[in-house]
């Protein structure tokens, strides 16, 4: 979806806010759906290689994403990716790859191989520490008055009433909603897991006590 229809097109050529729903759903939406198609044993195959089990540790997995999302979007990088076909390429790959370091602690067939495992609540922590760098750059998106990047002042506008800076504003509420709204799904289907284990352990008869005579 993000890189096989318009949606490419229309995000290298003419709209910020269009490239930046490409950069949710290769960012945030891709690579948990990846991580979920691993079973336990390719998840420990994956994880025995010594630079994936560092690089999905949670403190780096949150510096690596983090780190991540903001150069992409610092003005001269994300403009120079509009501009070289071969950075563009680097640039997905790393999203894909910070993505799915991001997820990596959280999900139960990947975390089951961290060598720091995270309770229910950490990881409801953890995936709220993580909103904190895409509402950084949303943000920016959203108050800023002026173009940050000089690539989508010069192209045709495909919708003649949005000018550049109303389509970078689009762009930082495409980020800040949609994002936040890829990790709320993660982190219920991480609640409510919880909750259903708590509930079970609750049912669970007590065992008695037999006392001898």
């Known amino acids: 979806m993000a890189l096989e229809t318009p949606i490419d097109t229309i995000g290298d050529r003419y709209l910020d806010s269009v490239h930046m729903l490409q950069h949710v759903l290769l960012g945030f939406v ?15 195959r994956l994880a025995s290689v010594q630079v994936i089990r560092i690089a999905t540790e949670p403190v780096l997995a949150q510096v690596i994403a983090g780190a991540v999302m903001v150069l992409w979007h610092v003005p001269s990088f994300y403009n120079a990716t509009l501009q070289s076909e071969e950075l563009h ?13 991001l997820y990596w602690p959280v999900l139960e067939a990947t975390s089951a191989h961290s060598h720091w495992r995270l309770s229910p609540v950490a990881k ?28 989508y002042a010069h192209v045709p506008r495909l919708v003649p009433s949005m000018s550049t800076v109303i389509d970078q504003t689009v762009a930082g509420a495409v980020l800040m909603v949609l994002g936040k709204t890829a990790m709320a799904v993660v982190a219920l289907a991480v ?5 259903g284990a708590e509930q079970r352990a609750d049912r669970r008869p007590t065992p008695r006590i037999r006392t001898g005579t």
């Open 191 to 195: 609640f409510f897991r919880w909750f």
């Open 30 to 44: 891709g690579p948990p759906l990846l991580l979920l198609g691993l079973s336990r044993e390719m998840a420990a």
């Open 89 to 101: 390429i680097v640039e997905h790959l790393t999203f894909i790859a910070a993505g799915v370091v």
């Open 124 to 151: 409801l922590l953890y995936l709220l520490v993580a909103t904190i760098p895409q509402d950084g750059v949303a943000l920016a998106l959203l108050f800023s008055r002026q173009p940050f990047y000089e690539f």
